[in-house]
Structures are given as structure tokens and as C-alpha cells.
């Protein structure tokens, strides 16, 4: 789809997103007034969600490992214009660096292609966003050799490079992430981004959404009809009701009054009572889950291990009210992703899609501190744009990886399939062994 051009005619600068999931960091840097061109991703389920929000950028379902830059640039329909910016996530893997060059690792190779991609897209900037754990001990050595080679390719990089905490960036979630941006030798360098006042609770959140246990359809679907109260700013941005001055992206057409990603979660009678008598703030000691605080933050939302092994989802919060786990909707707000912005149908592949993206608030601080330093007055496009087809949230990996045209064992698949009306795994017992 041809990229929708402001009104006024200003350029938004172009971004492509390397490692894109469901699209944490591309909606971050569309919220920073960028126009995400492309976004590649090698699970055809990941893919397929960032398609549906994304329909304005090109989903390229693929490994880094397989593309060239010209490539990418093809697809993108870019031509010879100039990229601003080239960011993504890489997994980092090949921790054991004694005696070895870390980016020589093969389970490295990813952050490898990462730097040659930079290399042949020649973007003004690049932004490489991981895990607090690469900066600690031996995991340093990998940084090191990760800024040398940017530092090869033409780059200077911004050091120190920062990790920083979600909570920082108005997200209701403690998260450190790390964040190491570098610049192309003919562009200034920007900042790091610094910490705002402002801090939301759990509570601002999530607390005007509607109880899905209230829902008998959502024991079947992950969406219903109904009318609810907001009142906290927080939520009221995210659910569309007042506009976020700081809100860059393409407007989408969306009902607020569509309780979306909230498929129910059944729990026994004695694990609610366990859920019940948890203070806020606590662990509970059975399932190992932390009870949210209505007036402090999320803990650190995460994926959970992959079919490979075992296909468990990581423990959900417990909710501060209700005695049941978070929704996937639920979580979503917790991450800063707004109501328009659908995750897959099951909570299985929904949570694993918030756990490993980067909530898109913290993505946004630090694209706007390169939008800043292009010199670029970020303008705001005004014609709503409409998502993509239902269909693509409900794709297993076998329909996705058909539509895509790639093999569907690009990505291990889960080892049993869900019972009817509940993911298999959403059992007390198995979040218990996650």
C-alpha cells in the first residue's frame, strides 16, 4: 500500500523495522511521527498481526538471515530514497564468549545481519534494542564488538548506551530495556531520552475495563459489544476518547465501544479464593502470580518459552480486583498499546506478543529524540485509515505461513493443540510450570 503523505505536505521521515513481532517499536516510531515502510518478521503469526495494524507498511514474513537491503528497499517500494532510520530488537543468544569473537557466534548470526542491513540501507540512524542482561559481565564483551562493528560500517554510536525503564515513559509496567542508538557519519547525533514526571498506575489503566468473566461469548471469542465509563487520561488516550498531543501516527478507524483481545481465562473455585485472599502487591504462592496493585505498576510482562520448549505462557498478573489473571486487553493497556491495536485471537500467541515487544510509549521517547535530531517538525496525518482483514488474527501457522508463501516449520510449532473454548495451557497447572 502506497504510504499516506501528510495534508500539508511536509515528508514524515521513513523507518524499517528488522525485527518487528506484533509491532511495539513500529508503533512507537509511527506515534514519533515516522512512516514504518517496512517490517520484517519471521513468524508468519507475528507477521500476520503486524499486517492487520499495520496495513499502511509491508509486512516482508522473512529472516534477516535471507534479505539484502535492496531487497527490502524493493519491497518497501522506497526506490533510491534516503532511509532515516533502520531499528529492531535482535535475539541475542551466543552468551558463551570465551576464547571467541561474539558477533563469530552462530547464534549470533541475527545481531550479524542486523549490522550488514544497516550497512546496505545506508540509514541516517539505527537504534538496536535488547535485553538489561547484555550489559551485564561477560554479555558486555558482545556490546563492545556490536558498537566496533557499527563503528566499521560508518557509524558513531552514542555511548554510554542506556537502559532504560518503561515506568520513565508514562508506561504503567516496570521494564528496563536496553537502548544503543547510532548516528551515520555525515548526521548529528541525538540524545538518549530523559525520564518524564509523569507516572501511571496499574490502577489508571485497566480499572474502567469491563470484567470479561461478565461476558458468556467471550468464553468463545475475544471480543463483545458494550458500553463502559472512562475517566483515567491514560486509558481515555488509548481508548480514543481525547487526543495524545504527543501522537504522531495514522489515525485508524476503530469502535471505542468494542472490548477487543478479552477472551476469558477459567480458573477452579479454589484457585480464585488463592487469587481473593492475595494482597495487592504479593505474590501468590501457589501459582507463583503477583497480584497488581491498583496504585502502583505492572511487574515485567513476559513471553513465555516457545513450542520448542513446551509452549508454556509466562505467569499472568493477577488482576487487582477480580479473581482471575489478566486479559490479554488487560495487558495490552499495561504496555501502553492503545484499543485500536488488536494481538492475535488466542491468549497463548496475544501474550507472547506483548511479552516480547517493547511497550510502544518507550518506543516513541526514543524516536523522538531522532526526529529531533533530523531537524524534522513531526506532522500529524488526519485521514483515518481502516485495518486490516479479522482473518488475520485468527491465522494458525499453517494458514499464515500459506499466506505468506513460506514453510510453515519456519517457526516451531506448539506440541498439542488448545481444548475448545480455552487454550490448553491457560490451566493453573501449567502457568504454574511456566
Request: hydrophobic share 40%.
Amino acid at each position: 500500500m502506497k504510504r499516506q503523505e501528510p495534508t500539508n505536505g511536509a515528508r514524515r521521515p521513513i523507518g524499517i523495522d528488522l525485527f518487528a513481532g506484533a509491532g511495539g517499536l513500529s508503533l512507537g516510531f509511527e506515534q514519533a511521527g515516522f512512516d514504518v515502510a517496512a517490517a520484517v518478521e519471521i513468524d508468519p503469526i507475528h507477521c500476520a498481526t503486524h499486517e492487520y495494524n499495520f496495513p499502511q507498511s509491508k509486512a516482508i514474513c522473512a529472516s534477516v538471515v535471507d534479505l539484502t537491503g535492496d531487497f527490502i528497499r524493493h519491497r518497501a517500494g522506497l526506490g533510491n530514497a534516503d532511509v532515516d532510520v533502520v531499528f529492531g530488537g535482535a535475539p541475542c543468544q551466543g552468551f558463551s564468549l570465551i576464547g571467541k569473537r561474539a558477533l563469530a557466534d552462530p547464534r549470533n548470526q541475527l545481531v550479524f545481519h542486523y549490522v550488514r542491513l544497516v550497512q546496505e540501507l545506508r540509514p541516517k540512524y539505527c537504534v538496536f534494542e535488547n535485553v538489561k542482561g547484555l550489559t551485564l559481565g561477560k554479555h558486555a564483551k558482545f556490546l563492545s564488538e556490536l558498537i566496533a562493528a557499527l563503528e566499521d560500517a560508518g557509524y558513531s554510536v552514542l555511548q554510554p548506551y542506556q537502559v532504560l525503564n518503561a515506568a520513565d515513559f508514562g508506561v504503567p509496567q516496570d521494564r528496563h530495556r536496553l537502548f544503543l542508538i547510532a548516528a551515520r557519519s555525515d548526521v548529528a547525533l541525538p540524545d538518549y531520552p530523559g525520564a518524564i514526571a509523569e507516572r501511571v498506575t496499574a490502577g489508571e489503566a485497566i480499572s474502567d475495563l469491563p470484567d470479561a468473566d461478565s461476558f458468556a461469548a467471550l468464553k468463545g471469542s475475544d471480543e463483545v459489544r458494550t458500553r463502559w465509563i472512562t475517566k483515567a487520561l491514560y486509558a481515555r488516550r488509548l481508548r480514543g476518547l481525547v487526543a495524545d498531543e504527543a501522537d504522531y501516527s495514522h489515525p485508524r478507524k476503530f469502535d471505542p465501544n468494542l472490548l477487543t483481545s478479552s477472551a476469558r481465562t477459567e480458573h477452579t473455585e479454589l484457585s480464585k479464593q488463592r487469587f481473593i485472599d492475595t494482597e495487592p502487591g504479593k505474590t501468590e504462592p501457589v501459582s507463583r502470580f503477583r497480584k497488581l496493585p491498583l496504585d502502583g505498576r505492572c511487574n515485567t510482562l513476559r513471553a513465555g518459552t516457545d513450542s520448542a520448549r513446551g509452549a508454556f505462557t509466562s505467569p499472568r498478573p493477577i488482576h487487582p480486583v477480580h479473581a482471575r489473571v489478566i486479559t490479554v486487553r488487560e495487558a495490552a493497556r499495561l504496555h501502553s498499546y492503545p484499543d485500536w491495536f488488536r494481538l492475535h485471537t488466542t491468549k497463548w500467541h496475544g501474550f507472547r506478543q506483548i511479552g516480547n515487544s517493547v511497550p510502544p510509549l518507550l518506543g516513541r521517547a526514543v524516536a523522538a529524540e531522532i526526529v529531533r535530531a533530523l531537524g524534522i517538525k513531526p506532522v500529524r496525518p488526519t485521514q483515518a485509515i481502516a485495518l486490516g482483514r479479522p482473518s488475520l488474527l485468527t491465522c494458525d501457522m499453517r494458514q499464515a505461513a500459506s499466506y505468506f508463501e513460506v514453510a510453515r516449520d519456519v517457526i516451531a510449532q506448539r506440541l498439542r493443540k488448545p481444548v475448545a473454548g480455552s487454550d490448553l495451557f491457560d490451566t493453573d497447572e501449567a502457568l504454574h510450570a511456566a
